[in-house]
């Protein structure tokens, strides 16, 4: 049976509230899971199982498979298509709202997530300890945060992925290979976790991509002036250190910005400084 078969047996009508847009053709899904060698062995987290395409692929390689999904009303969809795998259990929550602690260290993510919340999806990914990525996104999407030092379309999402992990293309998904097709076309990302990365734990992970999203908040302006909305003038040319003032927060590289950050923290290290505005003394609290 096609997904619009299942879609229909149960009377299930689609919402563009919950950005749903299933992968429902059976070559792209294996293509997927081949492409990015899931094993046996391997745990995997899927966000957004929808009526189970990509969840059998990833379930026949004999992973331990968590398909998460928010619409319940997908439940005997699943179940039915699923009843031949003791490997995938099923988790109907608000990924967004669910705790993370059961998965191990070193988990995979492969996933078709719901465009809408692509941000949100990644921000929490980013907070856990995965081994790659592995994720559908709006092709502009994964065209952005693949961008190198000096594209027009890099953003701070750009800068603290690739601070995190390698980003790589896998594949590009046609719009004919989803139900209903999305106006948008698609782009499978891979995003491998660096063996090292310049964090100790999750609260300097936090102050990084704090640091960085406001180096962003205008992006036409300078990195000067980015960093005068948060940094008081008396400290603006020690974070800066040696990078250039005049350039615009695209044209620097995640080294750079590690490197800023690392000196503003040392600046501030006994400070709270979440929320200070302009002109804010250095030591005032949240």
């Known amino acids: 049976m096609k997904t619009s078969d299942y879609l229909k047996k149960y009377g299930i009508t689609l919402k563009k509230s919950l950005g749903q847009n299933f992968l429902a053709n059976d070559d792209y899904a294996r293509r997927i899971v081949e492409a990015v060698g899931v094993k046996s062995d391997d745990v995997v987290l899927e966000i957004g199982a929808g009526a189970g395409t990509l969840t059998i692929a990833l379930a026949r390689t004999g992973a331990q498979i968590f398909a998460v999904e928010i619409d319940n009303r997908l439940k005997p969809i699943l179940e039915e298509r699923l009843s031949g795998f003791k490997n995938v259990e099923l988790v109907f929550e608000d990924f967004l709202r669910l705790d993370l602690s059961f998965l191990p260290k070193f988990y995979r993510c492969v996933s078709n997530i719901p465009y809408y919340i692509t941000a949100p999806i990644i921000k ?14 709006q092709r502009e999407v994964g065209d ?34 989803f139900v209903p097709n999305p106006e948008v076309e698609s782009v499978v990302l891979r995003i491998r976790k660096r063996e090292t990365v310049p964090f100790q734990n999750h609260e300097e992970l936090f102050d990084f991509w704090d640091f960085v999203s406001k180096s962003f908040s205008r992006k036409r302006k300078t990195i000067t002036n980015n960093l005068k909305s948060f940094v008081p003038l008396e400290n603006l040319a020690s974070v800066l250190g040696p990078i250039p003032g005049n350039l615009r927060p695209e044209e620097l590289s995640e080294d750079d910005f590690v490197q800023m950050w690392q000196r503003y923290r040392e600046i501030f290290r006994d400070c709270v400084v979440e929320g200070r505005e302009v002109n804010d003394s250095p030591h005032s609290g949240r």
């Open 144 to 177: 952005r945060l693949a961008e190198k030092p000096g594209s027009s379309n890099r953003g701070f999402l750009s800068v603290v992925v690739q601070t995190i992990g390698t980003v790589e293309r896998v594949l590009t998904v046609p719009r004919s290979a």
């Open 124 to 137: 929490k990914l980013l907070f856990t300890d995965f081994s790659d990525l592995v994720l559908m996104v």
